[in-house]
């Protein structure tokens, strides 16, 4: 179990850390922010000593718990030495840059309570000093927006883009409406339906006959070739954009046979590419 990943996420206030835990939940995380620092030996023998599915964990420790802060370094040191896999990614920024985002969010600085806000900037630095020394990668925000940012977060993981990409397929029927969380919609009602042939009409597209009538055919083997690879062509973009998520709903008439059959089709298609994927079938009970 100390093998398990451990990401320390710190740096400066105003500098992207919000964004970052974000990216870092989509990408199966159990992030953890603000922990005092004390606590996190007492997390992590709890985890190790438990059956827990958590497989990666991100822990996030700046100024806001800045009376535990001067014992981090020492901590995180003590227990990479107990064997823990612990990387520090320090989140840096321009001053210039700081006072410009905390002036139009209007936030507060952790510490310019009572003081000019680039003093409170200044003792930042100092407090997060030896974190910064000891960080194994340091991330300079100054020029990103959040989808740069997050892409940067990404490529330090060397994380692929199967791995930034969640994919739901589901199968439908025009007849009780097209689902209304979807990203993009396939219409299959150009197949012949497996409805008019009286031994396959009470069967779904998950029967090996009523798949092998609808995908035997040579217009279903073309569209799904030039379908799929569209979107694998499209995939790589989407991911580039910084989105997390993509829903591809198939349509027929009725939701039963030949849109279940492609639907079943496609999860393959994207499962071999090691994309994580779900699928539902939402109408194929429907009479």
Known sequence: MKQMPILVVTGLSGSGKTTVIK?????????????PIVLLPKFLELRVSSSSEISKVAVVIDTRGKEFLEEAPRMIRD??????QIRILFLDCDDSVLIRRFSETRRTHPLARGRPLLEGIELERSLLA?????????????????????????????????????????????????????????????????????????????????????LGRPEAQEFLQRFQDLVAWLLPLYVKEGKSYLTISVGC????HR?????????????DRDY???LIHRDIHKE
């Open 253 to 256: 008439t009725g939701g039963r």
């Open 130 to 214: 030896e974190l910064r020394d000891m960080s194994d990668v340091v991330i300079d925000t100054s020029s990103y927006n959040v989808h740069q940012l997050k892409e940067a977060i990404e490529s330090q993981l060397e994380v692929s883009a199967s791995d930034r990409l969640q994919i739901l397929v589901q199968s439908f029927g025009f007849r009780y409406g097209v689902p209304s969380n979807t990203d993009m919609v396939v219409d299959v009602r150009f197949l012949p339906n497996p409805y008019f042939v009286e031994e396959l009409r009470e069967r779904t597209g998950q029967d090996q006959e009523v798949a092998g009538f609808v």
């Open 259 to 271: 849109s279940v059959a492609i639907a079943e089709r496609l999860a393959s298609f994207f499962r």
């Open 276 to 278: 994580k994927v779900s």
């Open 23 to 35: 990216a870092l939940e989509d990408l199966g995380f159990f992030c953890l922010d603000n922990l």
């Open 79 to 84: 227990l990479r030495e107990q064997g823990y």
